[in-house]
């Protein structure tokens, strides 16, 4: 069992930054594919970025060049920094963490990104 923990959303302007921290309870941190997603009023949850074990890295096409997934295994937290955030970017983001694709997917409880002036 894997329990993750969000933090690091709220409120801010157009054009500006925030950076989400997910904490998880795994001692085996280290070899999850760690992901961050993220479902906005109406639509399906999507995928915005995510790091493997190896730090292969891979984005949404729309936050590509604005959002950064990085991971420290040595305080088992995956970040996301996000700049340049636009009023669309509004969401709930999601930790998610799996040992590969297809084993079973931890999620945390999420934190609301709301991005407007």
């Known amino acids: 069992q894997v329990q993750l923990v969000e933090s690091g959303g709220g409120l801010v302007q157009p054009g500006g930054s925030l950076r989400l921290s997910c904490v998880a309870s795994s001692s085996f941190f280290s070899h999850y594919i760690m992901a961050w997603y993220r479902q906005a009023p109406g639509k399906q949850r999507e995928l915005v970025a995510s790091i493997d074990a190896g730090g292969n890295i891979e984005y949404e096409n729309s936050v590509n060049g604005r959002f950064t997934i990085s991971r420290e295994d040595a305080k088992n937290t995956v970040y996301l920094q996000m700049n340049s955030l636009k009023p669309e970017d509004t969401a709930v983001y999601y930790c998610?963490?799996?040992?590969?694709?297809?084993?079973?997917?931890?999620w945390g409880k999420g934190t609301l990104v709301t991005v407007s002036s």
């Open positions: 998610n963490a799996a040992i590969n694709p297809s084993a079973h997917q931890y």
